[in-house]
């Protein structure tokens, strides 16, 4: 079995962005070497995500606004602590921590529409997801 580790560093510079990676992990898939296998993309902050959908404008304002709805900004237990990023941690429980995807030929096997995406929900500081194949 071969593995292959890379981390993708981000600093947005607004507070919420959604990036689309798919060109960075499919870099990484493709000089990983492995042919068929699978590729775990997470993100390591717990007020971003990592999802896969389609990269389209409206669609991703309807993300936001559905994500905003379900954890409006506002004031949050959380916030007791100090912090005042209550609903960028609900936002990553909704759209998700990691994707697994399928690596077929060399190359992400993915779906005619299919994007990889980081959102962030608490940005302007530097952050990373970690981009792990796995496979022969």
Not at 73 to 80: I, T, V
Request: charged residues 25%; without cysteine.
């Amino acid at each position: 079995m071969t593995t292959a580790t890379e981390y993708l560093w981000f600093e947005t510079k607004t507070e919420r962005a959604f990036v689309r990676i798919t060109d960075r992990v499919r870099d990484v898939v493709r000089k990983s070497g492995v042919r068929e296998g699978l590729v775990l993309v997470s993100a390591m902050h717990i007020t971003a995500a990592v999802y896969v959908n389609d990269d389209e404008s409206g669609l991703l304002a309807d993300i936001s606004a559905w994500a905003d709805r379900l954890a409006p900004p506002g004031d949050y237990a959380h916030h007791r602590t100090g912090e005042s990023n209550g609903d960028a941690h609900l936002k990553n429980l909704l759209l998700g921590h990691q994707v697994i995807l399928p690596v077929t030929g060399g190359d992400l096997d993915l779906g005619p529409w299919e994007q990889v995406f980081y959102a962030e929900f608490d940005g302007r500081r530097r952050k990373r997801v970690v981009v792990k194949v796995l496979g022969e």
